[in-house]
DNA sequence: AGCACA
């Protein structure tokens, strides 16, 4: 022992909870190791074909007595542990974890986790999927969910191995498929795919509501940015996420709100209206397609405001959101999607159900008649209107104010307006409102704006 | 037969 070298030589290694495994043949997989040692204790983790000869391996016990039982059982057997006949040596491992460097996408099994990027939902139908993975054999069932993506890219295909072994699929439509079931129910409103218009009761082609809306900005002669936007729209409702883009040479702007009520609300509200006093930048509405938004979280075009900036912001966010909300808000979105159930394999953090999807008053969307939330006070309200002005005096010359003194509007976000509290708990949704005055409008601007700024 | 992975 007078050289230093080859510490790990020595049988005199310390235990540890991982063991070493060598002489074991190359095509040892990690059931024969669980197979050789799971009689003394819980395995936690493998890792086979290590090596240059790819013939050891590593077993991680859930405690350090199980590895020990191992070693000194076959340190002291005649019979030693064998792999498909050859000698398996063990000792411990110099190290006490099995570092995993793969995933949970990484583990083989029977169900793929495909991330489409670069394409709208909807862009890749299900029918295409199923013909490019038919091509390697028989594909049982596909379910299909949208997920924030963090960037945009070319039409890319992403594959892992999902954490599932079956799929539930409740329904035959454009977002699942189950290829073994011939009987399985077909979702008559889903199947068409949604760019199909929908029609209403009376028989007449209605247009397809969704929570995200479509602005178009007409003589935009001052800036609009995303902040005037956050600022107009957030008057009813939370704003998730917005993105300001060019097309045909005017600019448009997608604006997402958490449900399909309260963008059709903002979307009543506020067609045809102008943001800046004279006839400037006016708003023209329309329902997007898009359900979720694929944005920067922050830039000079784009925004999204559900991500949380800390802690204590999202737990700041209603409670009781329902796991996932696209569902209900999309009148053509099949049902069959309860949140996380398709959610395995990483494929969505536990936070992009119920923290990316702040829904502030389910009890609305729902469609029930009465409001179990509880009225308060909104001590921001008044910051709200202040904060509209702020805009006025940054953005426009001579102090036009954005929405300030444009007919319907104007009344709600004057300081007359939003002063007096005209919240009215028990109304019905849909049911009439005095002209001018939404209950809507008023709790929601303050509340948005408690939430947006605190979080700055 | 003798310690992975970035």
Not at 243 to 249: D, R
Request: charged letters at 15%; aromatic letters at 8%.
């Amino acid at each position: 022992m007078s050289t230093s070298g080859q510490p790990q030589f020595r049988y005199t290694q310390t235990p540890s909870k991982v063991l070493h495994l060598r002489n074991l043949p190359w095509e040892c997989i990690e059931e024969e190791l669980i197979e050789l040692c799971k009689p003394f204790g819980k395995i936690v983790n493998t890792k086979c074909n290590v090596g240059a000869n790819r013939n050891q391996a590593f077993v991680e016990f859930a405690d350090l007595n199980q590895a020990i039982n191992m070693v000194t059982y076959y340190a002291s057997s005649s019979e030693p542990a064998q792999v498909r006949g050859k000698t398996v040596y063990i000792q411990y491992s110099n190290r006490h974890e099995i570092v995993n460097n793969k995933g949970p996408g990484d583990v083989p099994g029977n169900v793929l986790l495909v991330t489409i990027e670069g394409v709208e939902a909807g862009d890749v139908s299900i029918d295409v999927i199923h013909l490019v993975f038919s091509a390697f054999g028989f594909v049982h069932k596909i379910a299909t969910f949208e997920k924030a993506a963090e960037h945009v890219g070319s039409c890319h295909l992403r594959i892992s191995y999902s954490a599932h072994t079956d799929l539930n699929i409740k329904f035959q439509s454009h977002r699942s498929r189950d290829y073994t079931n011939p009987y399985l129910p077909v979702n008559p409103t889903a199947i068409e795919g949604f760019a199909q218009p929908a029609v209403g009761p009376d028989g007449k082609k209605k247009e397809l509501e969704s929570n995200v809306l479509l602005a178009s900005i007409e003589n935009m002669q001052y800036a609009v940015t995303v902040d005037v936007l956050h600022t107009v729209f957030s008057a009813f409702g939370t704003v998730q996420k917005i993105a300001i883009f060019e097309k045909n040479g005017g600019t448009q702007a997608l604006i997402q709100y958490p449900d399909v009520t309260t963008a059709a609300v903002a979307k009543d509200a506020l067609e045809g209206h102008c943001i800046y006093d004279g006839g400037y930048c006016k708003l023209h509405l329309s329902y997007s397609r898009h359900t979720d938004l694929n944005v920067k979280a922050y830039s000079d075009k784009s925004r999204d405001y559900t991500i949380p900036e800390s802690g204590l912001l999202a737990m700041q966010q209603a409670p009781g959101v329902p796991a996932a909300a696209t569902v209900w808000q999309n009148p053509q979105a099949s049902p069959m999607f309860p949140g996380s159930e398709f959610a395995g394999g990483g494929a969505m953090p536990a936070q992009s159900s119920a923290g990316r999807v702040p829904s502030w008053d389910p009890n609305m969307q729902a469609g029930r008649p009465t409001f179990v939330s509880v009225p308060r006070t909104f001590p921001g309200q008044t910051y709200a209107l202040s904060s509209v002005q702020a805009y006025a005096s940054a953005s426009t010359p001579g102090g036009s104010s954005p929405l300030v003194q444009s007919g319907q509007i104007s009344s709600t976000m004057s300081p007359l307006g939003v002063s007096q509290p005209v919240h009215q708990p028990n109304m019905r949704p849909g049911g009439s409102l005095p002209p001018g005055q939404s209950p809507y409008y008023v709790t929601k601007v303050s509340r948005t704006w408690v939430r947006s700024h605190t979080s700055q």
